[in-house]
């Protein structure tokens, strides 16, 4: 059988104030910090994406993505932890043509902050929709 990729990781947040932290306990290692709990999750969705491209370059199996439930009966959460979902968000190494609808007046603004970042439109849209699902 084809080994899956899994398309979510449960983490377990911690933290206060400003020292925030997310450990993904089926992936030895892999973790992600932040002065809010939000820059936590998207650090660990990085981490979680820079262990995972290493993987997949090298040819080397995802580890299998444990339930919300099987993560908290082994890792037993202690107070003031919870989990979060953290998502898996990789670059297949491919470029696919994809039509897509919007206001004009939204299609127009993406063109100037795709020009004044010096980049296609392309790229601005796969940069923002990146972002947006890492966060």
Known sequence: MKNRKPKTYI???????????VRLPDID??????KTAEAAIADATQALRDVLAHKQVNGL????ASTIAEILRREKPGKG????????????????????TMDAGLLEAIDTAATRAGVTRSAYVASAAREKLEA
Do not use: K, S, Y
Request: charged share 15%; net charge negative; hydrophobic share 40%.
């Open 81 to 100: 932890e919870c989990t979060v979902i953290i998502p898996v968000v990789l670059d297949a190494g491919r470029t696919v043509r994809a039509n897509l």
């Open 29 to 34: 290692g892999c973790v992600g910090g932040g």
């Open 11 to 21: 983490g377990i947040l911690d933290g206060n104030d400003d020292v925030w932290g």
């Open 61 to 64: 199996a995802f580890p299998q």
